[in-house]
């Protein structure tokens, strides 16, 4: 069964993907570890979109504020094909980089 894709989850798709595009350019650029670390959480909000826009378009009801990790739970249990998502443990670990630039102030070097 084909489910029409509403025009705000396709809206947080086009926008999660101009966040990557943005996140991918900001890592590409050597030697500014404050435009990496920007880039990183760029990549984060792009992915935390993503995963919301397809828990929206399956319906999956989400209760406050979730955090990424959550989403993958979620949209495994509202898949009516049972899918399991790919790149949990990559995304676990962008997670905690992110947490880290911006709850601890830690930034990382770009390793070229």
Do not use: W
Not at 5 to 18: D, G, L, Q
Not at 42 to 67: F, P, Q, S, V
Not at 90 to 110: A, C, D, F
Request: with cysteine.
């Amino acid at each position: 069964m084909t489910k029409n894709i509403r025009k705000e989850v396709f809206n947080r798709i086009i926008f999660a993907k101009k966040l990557y595009k943005d996140g991918e350019l900001a890592c590409n650029i050597g030697n500014d570890q404050m435009v990496f670390a920007k880039g990183l959480l760029l990549l984060h909000d792009a992915t935390e979109n993503a995963l919301g826009a397809i828990a929206d378009h399956l319906g999956a009801k989400l209760k406050g504020d979730k955090y990424i990790l959550e989403y993958f739970e979620l949209i495994e249990k509202a898949d009516t094909h049972k899918r399991t998502l790919p790149y949990m443990i990559p995304i676990r670990n962008l997670n905690t980089i992110r947490n880290n630039i911006k709850h601890q102030g830690i930034v990382l070097s770009n390793a070229r």
